[in-house]
């Protein structure tokens, strides 16, 4: 029999029900997990004692036949999550010990939902990094190996505990955010399923802020279908989040089943960048052969302003962290390194407390807003904002229901490959998920195949503005003809 | 801009004769129950960091939302400004450190704000008016407060104001003298309170004014300016503009030039010092707030806040001189407060305006000042006022009584009819009575007839002594009449 923290969470979530097993050996199965998977450095924080407690009012509801949507089923929690009296950090120092009062909105329709927590997870430092090697807490390693060799891989970032967690069993499913690629990037290189939903989809209220106008929540899980469930208790109207839209949540899963038939599916010339790796090409491809093959029609389409999307998406993201940022000084909460005066205890506090890439990020910010600069970075680039917009909203007006496109530009990379390199390497791994934020759109990441040294490649659907279901029904095809991604051994137990 | 110089508002330095150019940037604080972007309250006089939501301490993950009453408080100020309401604004941030600034920015409008130009009557002591432009309105947050006395070597900060919804109004540099910077603050504040949208509190910080001036040779361009931060009182703002101006003279005069600054007003010393220089200036890296929406409303919505706005001080000033025929500086004096207005308006219903009007500014004003008081504490109410205006009217006291009753209202209360009922304060129109007391009188002073036959200005000497005798209940027109008739005066 499988071990019940392998199973999906449609299947784990029809097991709690048929009563095959109780929420409580659920969630145990689950501690035990990530208890023997500390390896892998996935959770900064595990919640066993809360976890078992959540499970057993689950139990209680089932037996009453009071059972919610996402009754009993354990979920891990990107540590940008503020989450009421348990430690939040964002992966920074400056936060080490930071214990909140509030519980954010994401997080909350959860449990509202009856879903139980395991833990905290690993994540870039404030969501910054492409690679989770900017984690002040350690980075996470993936549970995936290239063939024949045992150096550390990469889970991607910054949801990399998140995608981790969720490829290594270590949760049914978890929470994750993603500014530029943040979801689907990790998830592509962990062979699981990430979905960004609309910008405005998930209340951001209560969740660390990295760049306020890009930055949106969504779930990373081992399948579409369990994707589509969490989505639909994430999201939702929020009244203390103004750019969280006053929509009904759709039925998502009911979605993931729509099939292709009739729709059309897009494929960006622009998206074949120089040097990308020809098994790249191939999988993209053949994605869209079996899109073809389940009824879609497949439709060559251009986005011309896809080329500026990465500079001007380093100048709009790292100009709002550079003010988002600015809360952390020391003098209300997190960490305080005293100084001679005000402006020392400033800079010392900041100086230890936040790491390299994010230091880097507000210099970067700080500049591009600078008197003198600001029309010629900053300005600039909400112009091309406004054109990346533009471009997708012309080829949904033409009739293209959804947009394929790789996720990431290779696969997945060893620990300590890219991090001494030039910062615009590991930049260039949001190359075609940029734009989806940068545009506001959903986006989802699907498991298609591996590259030849065996780690997971992932396809992206881009759709329209707050119609993630044809996201839904689109990935489900894919993932239907690339069969499930069969997870990697537990190495590490 | 370059309105034709008036030579009695220069000031005369060593050397020429010099302009002096005012703009200022006032600072009034939004009346509304709680913040600008937080529910926190914004009452005033609570124990620190009582008011403070998360929103307000900046905790992660905290998102502001706008608070609609503060929106609809600054498009009534708008309105009362006679100023374009901007359909669409936009909430930008102002970027500094400073340990009362929890965000680390100040939610502010920069580029968009949402009241666009205005202007506003000032009245000058000598009669004449002037016209201050208005260039813009907007919304911000209030920062928090740092308290350096607390500890000998710490600092504490109370977020109780932080957050708190301003309105900064900036003026054209229109204004041209001390006198005229203060008129100006006196009429916008008057304004704001008849709007119920400030409470134009000076001693509490909820008005605050950041002056600036230079000063220029008449005709000449306009002189770099300096501008003076935080002035709290009407009278300071005065002072600041008399000691800045002269400092800038002394300097030009000298041969030297001045530096663009921040510069302080300190009361005590009476002096402003440099605060910064232009090079120190903080680059506030504005920019548009991401966590909030374009503020965007209909027309509808401001013509609704339009329709529900009192009647202001200039119109309402207007009709009392149309409608109670009144001098406009009476009227003037009446309508500076809302207050004052609606004591007059109660008192001269169905009476005689003036009458009304020489009784409030004279008699209750003057009393009022005498004490320090403010009109909302007058011991004499509209009600009782008019009852003792009638009883002149009606004959039954004369105007002197009036005033001992008035008195006597002031200091025990009472219904005023009653009282004269009571004391026998009524006037004496019984000739007889009166003529009694003449008699007695002209027998007792045969030289004093004699002379007044020659001389009839004596005949008030005559009143006097009637007056006295009847303690002075005698009705004046019937003594006057008797007294003339028996001494054959015409």
């Known amino acids: 029999m499988t071990e019940l923290n392998e199973l999906t969470l449609a299947e784990a979530r029809d097991g709690l029900r048929a009563k095959d097993f109780s929420a409580r050996e659920l969630a145990q199965a689950h501690i035990a997990a990530l208890e023997k998977a500390r390896a892998l450095n996935a959770y900064l924080l595990e919640t066993p004692d809360r976890a078992l407690a959540m499970a057993e009012v689950s139990d209680a509801k089932i037996a009453k036949g009071e059972g919610r949507p996402l009754e009993g089923l354990p979920l891990g929690i990107k540590d940008l999550f503020c989450t009421h009296g348990v430690v939040t950090t964002a992966g920074s120092k400056i936060l080490e010990g930071f214990e909140p009062h509030y519980e954010s909105a994401v997080t909350h329709n959860l449990w509202r939902d009856g879903a139980v927590m395991l833990g905290k997870l690993n994540l870039d430092e404030f969501a910054m990094g492409s690679s989770n090697e900017t984690s002040a807490y350690g980075n996470v390693i993936s549970p995936w190996r290239r063939n024949g060799s045992d150096a550390p891989i990469v889970p991607g970032g910054s949801s990399g505990g998140s995608a981790a967690a969720v490829a290594a069993h270590l949760c049914l499913g978890a929470t994750a955010t993603d500014t530029g690629g943040s979801i689907r990037q990790p998830a592509a290189f962990t062979g699981t399923v990430g979905i960004k939903p609309t910008y405005g989809r998930c209340s951001r209220w209560g969740t660390v802020a990295f760049a306020s106008s890009l930055d949106q929540a969504g779930p990373i899980a081992r399948t579409v279908r369990d994707c589509a469930i969490l989505l639909g208790s994430m999201a939702g109207p929020d009244a203390r989040d103004t750019t969280c839209v006053d929509l009904p949540v759709p039925d998502f899963e009911a979605a993931v089943s729509r099939g292709v038939k009739g729709l059309t599916i897009g494929i960006p010339k622009e998206y074949r960048v120089d040097g990308m790796p020809a098994e790249i090409q191939r999988l993209w491809d053949q994605g869209a052969e079996w899109l073809r093959a389940a009824g879609a029609e497949i439709r060559e389409i251009s986005l011309p302003n896809t080329r500026y999307a990465l500079p001007a998406y380093y100048i709009v993201a790292p100009a709002e962290a550079s003010s988002n940022l600015a809360r952390y000084d020391g003098v209300r909460y997190g960490l305080r390194v005293p100084g001679k005066d005000i402006v020392g205890m400033y800079e010392n506090t900041r100086a230890a407390g936040f790491g390299r890439e994010v230091k880097r990020r507000i210099m970067i910010g700080t500049y591009v807003l600078s008197a003198g600069y600001y029309d010629a970075y900053y300005v600039r680039a909400q112009k091309i904002r406004t054109l990346i917009k533009r471009d997708f909203e012309a080829v949904y007006a033409a009739g293209v229901d959804a947009i394929l496109t790789p996720a990431t530009p290779s696969s997945a990379f060893a620990i300590g490959e890219k991090a001494s390199a030039d910062p615009v390497e590991m930049y260039l791994n949001d190359v075609f998920t940029v734009t989806v934020n940068m545009a506001g759109l959903p986006g989802i990441a699907v498991p298609a195949g591996l590259d030849a040294q065996g780690l997971p490649l992932g396809l992206q659907l881009i759709g329209r503005p707050f119609d993630e279901e044809t996201l839904f029904a689109t990935a489900q095809a894919i993932e239907d003809a690339a069969g499930r991604m069969s997870l990697p051994r537990a190495w590490w137990a | ?490």
């Not at chain 2, 998360?54 to 998102?63: E, I």
């Not at chain 2, 300097?251 to 232009?278: A, C, H, N, V, Y």
């Not at chain 2, 000739?431 to 009694?436: D, H, L, N, S």
């Open chain 2, 1 to 490: 801009m370059n309105a034709p110089v008036n030579p009695k508002k220069l000031i005369k330095g060593g050397l020429h004769d010099w302009e002096v150019v005012i703009g200022m940037e006032i600072h009034a604080q939004v009346t509304s129950r709680s913040k600008l972007f937080s529910g926190a309250p914004t009452a005033f006089g609570a124990e620190p960091n009582a008011h403070v939501s998360l929103v307000d301490a900046a905790m992660p993950g905290m998102l502001p939302v706008i608070n609609e009453e503060c929106v609809a408080q600054a498009i009534r100020t708008g309105l009362g400004l006679k100023a374009k309401i901007n359909l669409r604004s936009v909430f930008d941030r102002k970027n500094y450190f400073y340990p009362d600034l929890p965000q680390g920015y100040q939610i502010s409008q920069y580029k968009d704000p949402i009241v666009g130009e205005g202007e506003v009557l000032v009245d000058l002591a000598d009669g004449e008016s002037i016209t201050v432009g208005i260039e813009r309105l907007h919304l911000e947050q209030d920062a928090g407060k740092s308290l350096h006395d607390q500890s000998p070597n710490q600092s504490f900060v109370d977020l109780n104001r932080s957050g708190v919804a301003l309105m900064e109004i900036v003026s054209r540099p229109d204004l041209r003298s001390s006198e005229e910077a203060r008129a100006y603050v006196t009429k916008l504040r008057t304004i704001l309170r008849y709007l119920g949208t400030c409470d134009g509190d000076m001693e509490k910080g909820n008005l605050r004014a950041d002056v600036n001036v230079s000063v220029r040779r008449p005709g000449e361009p306009l002189g770099t300016r300096c501008e003076i931060k935080n002035v709290n009182s009407i009278r300071f703002i005065g002072q600041a503009i008399e000691t800045e101006a002269r400092r800038q003279i002394a300097i030009l005069e000298d041969g030297g030039k001045i530096d663009q600054e921040t510069r302080l007003f300190d009361p005590g010393k009476g002096e402003t010092r440099s605060m910064r220089s232009k090079e120190e200036a903080h680059d506030y890296r504005y920019f548009p707030d991401p966590d909030l929406l374009p503020l965007e409303f209909e027309q509808a919505y401001v013509d609704g806040l339009a329709g529900g706005l009192p009647e202001l001080p200039d119109a309402k000033k207007a009709r009392f001189v149309s409608e109670f025929g009144l001098s406009a500086y009476d009227a003037g004096v009446l309508v500076a407060e809302r207050a004052s207005a609606d004591y007059y308006e109660a008192v001269a219903k169905g009476r005689d305006g003036k009458a009304a009007a020489n009784w409030v500014i004279n008699e209750l004003f003057g009393r009022l000042n005498k004490e320090g008081r403010g009109i909302e504490e007058t011991p004499v109410s509209a009600a009782q006022l008019g009852a003792i205006i009638d009883l002149i009217g009606e004959g039954v006291i004369s105007g002197k009584i009036a005033k001992d009753l008035f008195e006597i209202v002031w200091t025990e209360g009472g219904d005023p009819r009653q009282i004269v009922e009571a004391r026998g304060l009524k006037q004496v129109t019984d000739t007889g009575a009166i003529e009694a007391a003449i008699d007695a009188i002209i027998a007792q002073n045969p030289d004093k007839v004699t002379q007044a036959k020659e001389k009839p200005t004596l005949l008030g000497w005559f009143v006097g002594q009637t007056m006295k005798a009847t303690g002075g209940k005698a009705n004046p027109a019937a003594v006057n009449a008797l007294l003339k008739s028996k001494l054959g005066i015409e």
